[in-house]
């Protein structure tokens, strides 16, 4: 049915000139490469520069969707200098609300720090973060994300006051009001509000309120369908999977805020619902390595939040076997503390360890040792599939034609790519 659409949508865009004809050229392109195999890309290329001829020769400089067509037709052409031009031109002509030349610059030269990464090469990063988005709301201030951008330097930085960050905050959600129109804030809206509250120890009312309405926000979203044209049975399923987690991590964040609050009540009802998401989340995780580290990571969270609440109930060795469950899973996660930050989980259980009798060379004996063991891994790690490889027989970009009969015995790499 893609072919058959392509092959009709491509006669009649050829004799379009207007502005919506050329936008649908990325929707032809899009058919094209998807139903057509990586041997006849080059064609495809080919035939997507002669597109581009027609389009450049239009010259409708006052039109976006003409900058549009041109940046993603010099890129699936490999033209990358010529869709770096048509970008900027459309950023300089029509700049939309959440675009800047120069935000987009910075973020091409600054690379987002990775959780192993120095404390100091962190702290600069978001420093220079938060320079820099308070200089770009002057130009958009009512631009969603860069407020979110400005709430993710402020969670990783240690020295910025709170009453700013509730103003950021408060100033965030206004404007994603406002801009969300009739369909309201998203989970991921509420979500963020939620970790930097979480992460930052402030107003544990509010951190209920947010990760409530994120949740029920999220049931809605659950239910809109999955945009489909480059679905597959694996997307289908991590789709699933990662919803199935984003519940248990907004119970996380509620629970937390019960807890802050020494609602232990409440706290209590929410690690019964969590112990029934995880076991929703267990049963989603597969043979997928990547997924059985998050199913790790959440059942540490869960533990954690335990052993917090049978503290508060003063059932100690309840507590420091809660966390020792915790530490224990996280372990297994291979997840390691973010450096430069508090690592709350292993302080509560050092604390509770230490009033308990437990000596310093117990807990290095116990916990230090693999502890430093997993730091020193490094954070790149190879995922094994455990599973035969399907026969096929495929052509190259040269044309000639491969199968798992060539290929038997052989140590294989295979590069997969897309072009969009």
Same mark, same amino acid.
């Given at each position: 049915m893609a072919r058959q659409g392509a092959e009709k949508l491509r006669p009649l865009l050829q004799t379009r000139t207007d502005p919506q004809g050329i936008a649908a050229y990325s929707t032809l392109w899009a058919l094209e490469f998807k139903v057509r195999p990586p041997a006849e890309y080059d064609s495809l290329r080919q035939q997507v520069a002669a597109d581009l001829k027609r389009i450049r020769a239009l010259t409708l400089e006052d039109k976006r969707q003409w900058y549009e067509a041109l940046e993603e037709g010099y890129k699936l052409a490999n033209d990358q200098k010529q869709s770096d031009w048509a970008k900027d031109e459309r950023l300089r002509r029509f700049p939309r609300p959440w675009e800047l030349a120069e935000m987009d610059k910075w973020q091409k030269d600054h690379k987002y720090p990775s959780p192993e990464d120095p404390?100091?090469?962190? !702290?600069?990063?978001?420093s220079d973060l938060l320079l820099q988005t308070g200089a770009w709301l002057k130009e958009r201030p009512n631009t969603t994300f860069i407020w979110w951008e400005r709430l993710d330097a402020m969670e990783h930085l240690d020295d910025v006051p709170a009453s700013e960050i509730k103003a950021a905050i408060d100033k965030a959600l206004e404007v994603a009001q406002r801009n969300a129109g009739p369909r309201g804030l998203t989970s991921y809206d509420y979500g963020n509000v939620a970790e930097v509250l979480a992460k930052k120890g402030l107003e544990p009312a509010r951190l209920v309120e947010m990760s409530q309405k994120g949740l029920e926000r999220l049931e809605i979203e659950s239910k809109e369908p999955v945009y489909d044209l480059y679905a597959t049975k694996d997307s289908v399923e991590d789709n699933r999977f990662w919803r199935a987690s984003q519940r248990i991590q907004g119970l996380v964040f509620e629970t937390d805020g019960y807890v802050r609050l020494k609602?232990? @009540?409440?706290?209590?009802?929410?690690?019964?619902?969590? @112990?029934? !998401?995880? !076991?929703?989340?267990?049963?989603?995780?597969? @043979?997928?390595?990547? !997924?059985?580290?998050?199913?790790c990571s959440r059942e540490s969270a869960y533990w954690g939040l335990t052993g917090r609440v049978a503290e508060l109930q003063n059932r100690k060795l309840d507590a420091m076997a809660?966390?020792?469950?915790a530490l224990l899973a996280r372990l297994q996660a291979e997840e390691k503390p973010e450096t430069g930050q508090k690592d709350e989980l292993a302080e509560n259980a050092r604390n509770l360890w230490n009033d308990l009798g437990g000596t310093e060379e117990g807990w290095k004996t116990w916990y230090g040792r693999r502890a430093d063991a997993l730091a020193a891994v490094a954070a790149l790690t190879w995922e094994d599939a455990n599973q035969p490889l399907p026969s096929f027989e495929l052509a190259d970009l040269h044309g000639k034609t491969w199968s798992t009969a060539n290929l038997k015995g052989k140590v294989t790499f295979l590069n997969f790519w897309a072009s969009w």
């Open positions: 404390p100091e090469k962190k !702290r600069a990063y978001y609602e232990t @009540d409440k706290a209590q009802a929410n690690l019964a619902k969590l @112990d029934e !998401r995880l !076991r929703e989340l267990t049963s989603l995780t597969g @043979d997928k390595a990547s !997924r059985k580290k998050v199913c809660y966390y020792e469950s």
